[in-house]
């Protein structure tokens, strides 16, 4: 673990014991007066809203820590799916990284390049990335987005997959011992269709940084084309309509069921509670909670109705335990929607059952060099194709502000 992250660990552990004994100051005034002076209101809120930026850092370093882990069984897994063997020589794996990155330098490549690469079979034209080029790309889009490191990802080299989906079920029933036994019906089953939706990402580039041969073009690109892909995925993965997009799991089309907090206006620990019993005990063990930063900070001052934080600061990043609320895990979600009247800001349950993300594993590049040419730049396209659904509703519920 770097001193970075140990800074942030200790900083959010420090941070916590000292927020607990301002905000029992608050509560104890509210009890006392009916209220709080609002110098302390605001001194408990900004710390709040601090404890919840060292958060964030946590989770970010603990999804890089974890792909780390996963980077080579992610790229194993890409590969089987493009049907190229696992155990491609280096020298074949340095060719293809070399004529990919000639072209974007330079528009062209020679014969032997060519064969290296793979030409895209889309009407814009260009060339697949790299096996390895892609994997990076999905790597850093996971650590930016939350909402893909806790649903299950499936890879494809299709338009889409198909899942089998169960619409009916058998009812038991009683008979006598010596009583007939008559048939029992009601069981079918059905395919869900998930498709992968295009989503593409622009990127202009300097003619003169690409003619500095120190200038990484290869990573500059990847990086942005990562944040392109990963704010416009995070977005569609909670609250897309499905039509030309992920279908999100806040959308109302979604069928995920929702609990009233307890409150008209805000959250309450009661809420919570009440949330997390209205999931099916199979599904508690691998749940968390999803909601946004700006919640999170409200959700700090909340005591049980014995006088406990409901938020539980976990400090070891690899062998400890994780901060929890009410006993279990919480993401950050920036796309979540903030607290309000009718708003649903926080989600609950076991999104690896619940929600599926399929990615089409090739990513297509084409190099424009005419249209910002009058600027001097060179614009890139990235295309790519991801979809997203809800494949089980009950596995999850939404936290709805309402009495």
């Known amino acids: ?61 603990e999804l890089q820590s974890k792909n780390l882990e996963d980077a080579q069984s992610k790229i194993e897994a890409l590969e089987t799916v493009m049907a190229r063997p696992s155990n491609v020589k280096s020298e074949d794996v340095d060719i293809r990284v070399k004529a990919f990155g ?17 030409e895209s079979d889309d009407t814009l034209g260009g060339f697949y990335a790299p096996t390895e080029y892609v994997e990076e790309i999905i790597k850093t889009v996971t650590e930016i987005s939350p909402i893909r490191s806790i649903a299950r990802i499936r890879q494809t080299n299709k338009r889409g997959i198909e899942i089998p989906k169960r619409t009916g079920q058998f009812s038991a029933q009683w008979v006598a011992e010596t009583g007939t036994r008559s048939e029992t019906t009601g069981y079918t089953t059905g395919l869900m269709q998930i ?42 993965f909670v609250s897309g309509s499905g039509v030309g997009q992920p279908l999100g799991f806040t959308d109302s089309t979604a069928g995920v069921g929702s609990t009233n907090s307890g409150s008209g206006s805000a959250l309450t620990a009661n809420g919570l509670l009440d949330l997390v019993y209205a999931i099916k005990s ?6 968390r909670f999803v909601m946004n930063r700006t919640t999170f900070a409200k959700l700090l001052q909340l005591e049980d109705g014995e006088g406990q934080k409901i938020f539980h600061v976990g400090l070891n990043l690899v062998n400890g335990a994780p901060s ?6 919480y993401v950050l979600a920036t796309d979540m929607p903030s607290i309000g009247g009718s708003a649903k800001p926080i989600a609950f349950g076991d ?49 709805n502000i309402s009495a």
Not at 204 to 233: G, R
């Open 282 to 287: 199979e599904y508690l063990g691998n749940s």
């Open 324 to 329: 929890t609320i009410v006993g279990y895990p």
């Open 102 to 118: 000639d072209w974007l330098r330079k528009g062209e490549v020679d014969e032997m390049e060519k064969k290296a690469l793979y």
């Open 195 to 236: 498709d992968a939706h295009e989503q593409y990402a622009l990127v202009d580039i300097s003619q003169a940084m690409l003619e500095d041969s120190a200038f990484n073009l290869e990573s500059e690109m990847a990086s942005e084309f990562s944040e392109q892909f990963s704010k416009a995925e995070g977005t569609a």
């Open 1 to 61: 673990m770097s001193e970075e992250i140990k800074d942030v660990l200790d900083g959010l552990g420090k941070g916590f014991e000292e927020f607990k004994t301002e905000n029992q100051k608050r509560l104890d005034e509210i009890e006392q007066k009916g209220h709080a002076d609002p110098l302390l209101q605001e001194k408990v809120d900004k710390m709040s809203e601090e404890i919840a930026s060292l958060a964030e850092v946590k989770q970010t370093a």
């Open 351 to 399: 999104f690896s059952r619940a929600y599926t993300i399929v990615d089409r594993v090739n990513l297509s590049v084409m190099r424009d060099p005419y249209s910002q040419a009058t600027s001097g730049n060179i614009r890139y396209v990235a295309r790519r194709r991801v979809g997203g659904t809800v494949v089980l509703p009950e596995a999850i519920r939404l936290q």
